[in-house]
Nanobody
């Protein structure tokens, strides 16, 4: 079993920055892709940013040029640097990691979510 622990959320003024972290622990074999999603109350979870095991990144159009995803494979950790934050970025942010092996199967694990509030 793999457990994901998120940190770094909070309250920030418009134009400010936050850095989210998500660390995996437990019976880790290999972590493939890592990603961040956000969710508004009553809405589905939406993709924010992703990074492959090789370091290729992709972003939702709404965050391109403002957010940056990175990973530290030695620490089994993924980060989301959030700059130029806007009120519409307010949401609960979840990390996701795909863990396993190609022979035994690869499974998606989720963090518990961390609240990001952008408000003056």
């Amino acid at each position: 079993q793999v457990h994901l622990e998120e940190s770094g959320g909070g309250l920030v003024q418009p134009g400010g920055s936050l850095r989210l972290s998500c660390a995996a622990s437990g019976s880790i074999r290999r972590i493939y892709a890592m990603a961040w999603y956000y969710q508004l109350p009553g809405k589905e979870r939406d993709f924010v940013a992703g990074i492959t095991s090789g370091g290729t990144t992709n972003y939702a159009d709404s965050v391109k040029g403002r957010f940056a995803i990175s990973r530290d494979n030695a620490k089994n950790t993924v980060y989301l640097q959030m700059n130029s934050l806007k009120p519409e970025d307010t949401a609960v942010y979840y990390c996701q990691m795909q863990e396993g092996t190609m022979t035994d199967g690869v499974y998606a694990y989720w963090g518990q979510g961390t609240q990001v509030t952008v408000s003056s």
